[in-house]
């Protein structure tokens, strides 16, 4: 690579970095491209050839062209009448050629000198110039060169990863729960039951009626059911009875606020939203306009676009108000759960029967058997009232006293021992 290429090369790189420069001064509220991922490039120099410029030449007229032409010359005799002999041209001691002429005349095809007629006609000569082209040469004005072009140097490119959008949130059950409830549980609770509103529970459902359409006719009872938006499901309400059915209603939390969504059957899986919810719900809503029970409305989908966190803290049904109506509520499916109502029997509890408590017979305390003195036999040869008399004293009564004590204590023992037992029993 020579000096002019290293020069030229250096001069590129000076635009470059001053495109780059303006590329970074873009402002920042620039609508920036699609994500397009990528590959990182290395670094690397594109070789661009020179170019060869060929020497440059100018066409010079040497001699110009001549165009083709004729003239002409008619003879004119000295004497008046026929004139014998052929004339010399340019020059007869008999007469003067006239001319020339340059337009027209006689035998156009003709050269020399000619006449016309048939041995009486006038004399004429003609010369026919043929065209000639011009004669050109070429003039070098430029001499060859060749024009140095710099090689571009192509900075690394790193990779671009584009960030892949989150999957759209959609209503597709994942988990439900059933539940059934009935007069004894009672899992549904007033939520906003007027004067007017009854409920009862029958055999195979809810009963709930209002007695005129009065703002105090309106039935509604709700439960605390908590489950994801997107896990709402099919919502149905099986009803007997009068036109329209109960609402279901599902108090909603979400990113732009709280809110009720509101089913009718009427209006489908079409949900609306009620005036009292968030204005940031309002502004949101995936429709806004008339055709359904208030502005904002639209499916479950629609609104997951716009909430996909969403979720519902709680349900309701809600008959009223202003609406006279009569029928039975089998079950309502919502939160991919089927919720059921009966009426239940009070269960019948059997008290337990009565044990009496086991007779205690306290043990027989059995005195101590008394024993009988032990007898000293004598010798033989001493009679009693000797040794008696050398011991200074007679025969003693003592043994048989503790005898008779020892009976006593026994006695007394064994009535101690009844008289518990009988106050324990008592």
């Not at 029970?293 to 049904?317: E, N, R, Y």
Request: a negative charge.
């Amino acid at each position: 690579m020579n000096i002019r290429k290293l020069i030229a090369g250096a001069s590129a790189a000076l635009l470059l970095t001053g495109g780059l420069a303006l590329a970074t001064a873009l402002p920042a509220s620039a609508t920036p491209a699609e994500c397009v991922p990528s590959d990182a490039v290395a670094a690397y120099t594109e070789v661009v050839p020179d170019i060869a410029h060929p020497a440059e030449y100018e066409t010079v007229i040497v001699t110009p062209a001549v165009a083709a032409a004729t003239k002409w010359w008619n003879f004119a005799p000295n004497e008046k009448g026929p004139f014998e002999g052929t004339p010399v041209f340019p020059e007869d001691v008999n007469g003067v050629w006239v001319g020339p002429h340059t337009e027209g005349g006689p035998g156009q095809d003709q050269s020399g000198v000619y006449q016309q007629g048939e041995g009486n006609g006038s004399w004429f000569y003609r010369e026919n110039t043929a065209a000639q082209e011009a004669v050109t040469e070429q003039k070098l004005v430029k001499e060859a060169w060749t024009e140095v072009v710099p090689d571009i140097e192509h900075a690394a490119v790193p990779a671009v990863v584009c960030e892949e959008e989150p999957p759209a949130v959609i209503n597709e059950c994942a988990t439900g729960t059933d539940t059934h409830s009935t007069n004894l549980n009672e899992l549904w609770a007033n939520v906003d039951t007027r004067s007017a509103g009854h409920y009862e529970y029958v055999e195979d459902g809810l009963h709930v009626w209002t007695d005129d359409n009065s703002s105090n006719a309106k039935v509604s009872l709700g439960q605390g059911i908590s489950f994801p938006l997107h896990d709402t499901g099919t919502i149905g309400l099986d009803w007997t009875g009068s036109t329209p059915p109960p609402g279901v209603n599902l108090f909603i939390t979400s990113e732009l606020g709280n809110g009720t969504l509101v089913y009718e059957s009427v209006y489908g899986q079409d949900l609306w939203l009620t005036n009292g919810s968030s204005a940031g719900l309002k502004a949101a809503a995936p429709v806004n306009g008339g055709g359904n029970g208030s502005q904002w409305h639209g499916t479950v989908d629609q609104w997951l676009s716009v909430i996909p966190g969403a979720q519902v803290v709680g349900v309701a049904f809600s008959l009223g108000s202003g609406v006279l109506g009569d029928g039975v509520i089998h079950s309502i499916t919502v939160g991919c759960g089927t919720h059921t109502f009966a009426f239940a029997e009070e269960p019948v509890v059997e008290e337990p029967p009565v044990e009496e408590p086991p007779v205690v017979v306290p043990p027989v305390v059995q005195p101590p058997a008394v024993q009988p003195a032990a007898v000293v036999p004598l010798a033989a040869s001493e009679p009693v009232s000797e040794t008696l008399a050398e011991t200074g004293g007679t025969t003693s009564p003592l043994p048989w006293v503790a005898g008779a004590l020892a009976v006593l204590l026994g006695a007394a023992l064994v009535a101690l021992n009844l008289v518990r037992g009988r106050r324990s029993e008592g």
